[in-house]
């Protein structure tokens, strides 16, 4: 359970996400775990991951294993580095691949975000990539970030962070696997 989104606007990408660890009916919230962080840095990249949460760890251990992190620049080099990804997942850290038979594509169970200087991305967990415009959110409280997003986007005094946190807030409102304080990160676009 969390709420991760990112936002272009103005020649600045942002990414914020909430704090909060759920087992079933438990709350982990930041007053008890000091590691709460659901986004990672990759060389000139945020990443805002959701699913379970030793994902976070199987990211951080298998980006830590490039002699160069990868640029994740455009949607092609995403997939390619998810698909690469997907086959450690299975092999080196036990991804169960037993799932609904009707889905065509075998799932990585986990939905990232990315913002860098060449843009704002997401991976849905059978690895389709896609560039945003404007803004996106994913994560159990994605319809209310979503919602938030559209609501203020234009608005001329919020900023690229100012509006993903805005997103992240809203989540932290009305959803109940998303919970304080709120992480952001920004990073200036290469091209605007």
């Keep these: ?9 103005n ?3 942002a990414i914020a996400a909430d704090t909060l660890t759920k087992w079933g009916p438990v709350k982990e919230s930041s ?17 805002a991951i959701t699913g379970n949460a030793t994902f976070k760890h199987i990211l951080h251990d298998y980006f830590s294993g490039f002699e160069q992190p990868p640029e ?6 995403i997939f390619r580095v998810w698909n690469r990804m997907h086959g450690e997942l299975k092999e080196r850290y036990f991804l169960q691949s037993e799932e609904d038979k009707e889905d065509a594509i075998e799932s990585t169970r986990i939905d990232v975000l990315i913002a860098n200087p060449h843009g704002i991305f997401g991976v849905s967990g059978q690895r389709t990539v896609q560039e945003f415009a404007k803004f996106y959110a994913y994560g159990s409280g ?25 997103a992240i807030t809203a989540a932290v409102e009305f959803d109940d696997g998303s919970g304080p304080p709120i992480q952001a990160f920004t990073v200036r676009l290469a091209t605007a």
């Design 1 to 9: 359970m969390t709420t991760i989104a990112v936002v272009r606007k």
């Design 11 to 13: 020649g600045v990408a």
């Design 31 to 47: 007053t008890y775990v000091v590691n709460h962080e659901k986004i990672m840095q990759v060389g000139t990249s945020f990443l």
């Design 72 to 77: 994740l620049s455009s949607v092609t080099e």
């Design 142 to 166: 994605s319809d209310y970030a979503l919602g938030a997003l559209y609501s203020v986007y234009d608005h001329p005094d919020k900023d690229a962070e100012a509006v993903a946190r805005h």
